[in-house]
């Protein structure tokens, strides 16, 4: 696909390939293989199907918060899934935010 993708691109930007000086190309097992959370070389997580939405990285009532206080989770698998939104990283900046500014008001 590496140059199929090159000659569309290509079609609208003439000069591109001279622009290029290397490529990395994966296949979905090598992927996989790379990272083990990307399964069949799907690097958005797996599907997003309303139980997921819910359970999704793991069942709790705080998908961005973690067992360690100080962690928070922002990614593809936590709700409202991939993609460029930024969403993931909102919530899970309100979800910080909301632990610290809570405790720092109670000291």
């Known amino acids: 696909m590496t140059e199929r993708i090159e000659r569309q691109i290509e079609r609208f930007a003439p000069g591109f ?3 290029v000086l290397a490529r990395s ?3 979905t097992s090598d992927l996989e ?11 958005g997580g797996g599907v997003m ?3 997921q939405l819910f ?3 793991d069942p709790r009532l705080n998908p961005y918060a973690t067992p360690n206080p100080q962690l928070f989770i922002c990614s593809a698998s936590t709700p409202p899934g991939g993609g460029v939104h930024g969403m993931c ?4 900046a309100n ?3 909301k632990r610290f ?4 008001r109670t000291r």
């Open 95 to 97: 979800t910080a935010f």
């Open 55 to 57: 359970f999704r990285p």
């Open 89 to 92: 990283g909102f919530h899970a």
């Open 25 to 27: 190309t994966m296949g």
């Open 17 to 19: 390939r001279d622009r």
């Open 33 to 43: 293989q790379y990272n083990a959370n990307y399964i069949g070389g799907d690097i």
């Open 101 to 104: 500014s809570v405790k720092s």
């Open 49 to 51: 199907d309303l139980r």
